[in-house]
């Protein structure tokens, strides 16, 4: 998934057109087609207008290259240094874990806890999965102290 798809996604969850995305951060309607058929790269700064106006964390639109288990479990192995994340495996269940030791581990649980509250609310049907997906976008993670990791 690139960056366009993400923009595409989050606007069709906001109910925007492309044009109107494109009058709100002051761009041309093709301009957003082409970063939603990723044949143009939005720079860094349109990301924060498209994010602004789309009323999500830009982190949302950034997208990550994780086309084989090798690039995912690169992207594990990183997160094991700063935050403690390491595998258990118990017959056929394959979780991960935060130690408390880490660096950033005791900043980290109160957004898990967050999430695992949404993902139970998800599952039991008190919300809908559009409702989960802007919760994930638009999750700042301030009020956990996270802005700082």
Known sequence: MHSGDLIKQQRKLKGMTQKQLADAIGVSEPSIRLYELGKRTPSEDVIMQIADALEIRPEALHAYDTNSAREVLEMLFRL????????????????????????????????????????????????????????????????YGLVSL
């Open 80 to 143: 094991e240094d700063e935050y403690g994340l390491t595998p258990y495996v118990s017959g056929y269940s394959h979780e991960l874990i935060v130690r408390g030791d880490a660096p950033k581990a005791k900043k980290l649980y109160p957004a898990i806890d967050a999430w695992y509250e949404m993902r139970r609310q998800l599952e039991g049907g008190a919300i809908t999965k559009e409702d989960y997906d802007a919760w994930k976008a638009s999750f700042s993670g301030v009020e």
